[in-house]
């Protein structure tokens, strides 16, 4: 999990817990290859052709999604994260898979930097919606960028995960903890997510995450 906050103190903290576990998500995706939410996410993508499209990963941790697309077809991508660690595994593994070309590397929050980005094809994020406290300001920026596919994953709504959540950040609040994850209405995110003019056209989903896939109408 990869995320974008705002930049203050929060974000520090947040920079610091997933730079924390950066090398063990590269070492998991070197050894493992993508995860299944990962694969879900990829396979509603592909629902439409990705041969020389252009790709904005929001939340892109060690790169995993926007790697594989380019060695797929894609033309370029732009990944964005709050965590350096996270970027800077991203980076080894753009020089690795022979595609730092075709890569651009953006450290910050995505809502703040998104008047400086081009519009994408292509707006993925992957377990990013839980980690963004303004979250209608997060969908309604990102889909604004987004010319054809949005694809998201969101914590499955469910009462095991929202018990799980809501405890983690009650503890996270009583603790003071760098990083405290978030749990909205993810209803109301899909309505406005339709609002922007997007229509779903792929969802799945593993027992702990939702996999949504949107074609623009």
Partial sequence: MACCCESNA??????????RFSKRYAKQFRKKGLEKVQRYLL?????????????????????????TLLKEGAAQSVGIDIS???????????????VQEKTQYVLGDFVQLADSLHESDITMLDKVVCCYEDLDSL???????????????????????????????????????????????????????AAQGFNLIYENSTMAWQVLVYKRA
């Avoid at 929060?10 to 730079?19: K, M, V």
């Avoid at 629902?47 to 990963?57: A, C, F, L, T, V």
Wanted: net charge positive; charged share 20%.
């Fill in 10 to 19: 929060s974000t520090r903290g947040t920079n610091a817990f997933f730079s």
């Fill in 43 to 67: 396979e509603g993508v592909k629902r439409e052709s990705i041969q020389g499209k252009n790709i904005i990963d929001i939340g892109c941790g060690v790169g995993s999604l926007h790697l």
């Fill in 84 to 98: 350096e660690g996270m970027i800077d595994q991203a980076k080894k593994f753009s020089s690795e898979l022979g």
């Fill in 139 to 193: 969908v309604q920026t990102s889909t604004a960028k987004t010319k054809t596919i949005y694809a998201l994953s969101h914590p499955k709504e469910n009462f095991m995960m929202e018990a799980f959540f809501k405890l983690q950040i009650s503890l996270g609040k009583l603790f003071r903890w760098k990083f405290i994850p978030f749990w909205h209405d993810w209803q109301q995110m899909r309505s406005n997510i």
